[in-house]
């Protein structure tokens, strides 16, 4: 039997050591997907590999040669799902960079006037209808959401994976309610690069 197991992160590169993770240890690239706010437009299609990811204001791969920890191979060998990446629009989050099963899906769902689209795409995968906006919300304020398709006997496994550097969702939410925050709603408007900036600040992501 198949489950679906999803997390949040602050920031893409914790996304994308997970996505790794994920891969080294079986999960095929058509089991994967990614969903990264775009709001500050980090990441463009003439520009398929972000060379700074840390926002630090200098060229990773500089900083890989200081050290000698090859960086800039690391970046510029990338294959598997995030070799996909593309620009997508979805309601509710704004522009995302996203490559995988459920971006498509929750275009799908858009398009067949589901809620939310990624909310519909992720209740119809498996993931809790309590769940699903808080995912949602999360991308819509500036996080990465990684989600994969899994054996149920090999669960606990990929869990792990996912487990390292990922958004504790239940405190998560209940900051968000205590500043006012209800539910998600696919019809509000999406956060701008200012508000994604603070919502990283606030919560120690930083940029990515």
Known sequence: ????????????????K?????????????????????????????????RDRDRDGVDDRAEGAGTGAGIGAGIGGAAGLLAGLGLLAIPGLGPVVAAGWLASTALGAAAGAATGGVVGALT??????????????????????VTARVAETDR??????LNQSAVNLRDRSA?????????????SKPYGADEVRKERQLYGGGMR
């Not at 606990?156 to 994976?161: P, T, Y």
């Not at 900051?175 to 019809?187: E, H, I, N, Y």
């Open 18 to 50: 997970a996505v790794r993770g994920l891969e080294a240890a079986g999960v095929p690239h058509s089991d994967i997907s990614i969903v990264a706010n775009n709001a500050d437009s980090w990441w463009s299609s003439d520009k398929k590999i972000d």
């Open 1 to 16: 039997m198949t489950v679906t197991i999803s997390r949040l992160y602050d920031t893409y590169s914790d996304a994308e």
């Open 175 to 187: 900051a968000w309610q205590k500043s006012g925050w209800k539910s998600f709603d696919p019809a």
């Open 124 to 145: 119809e995968a498996g993931v809790s209808k309590e769940d699903a906006p808080l995912y949602a919300e999360g991308v819509r304020r500036g996080g990465t959401l």
């Open 156 to 161: 606990a496994r990929f869990d792990a994976v």
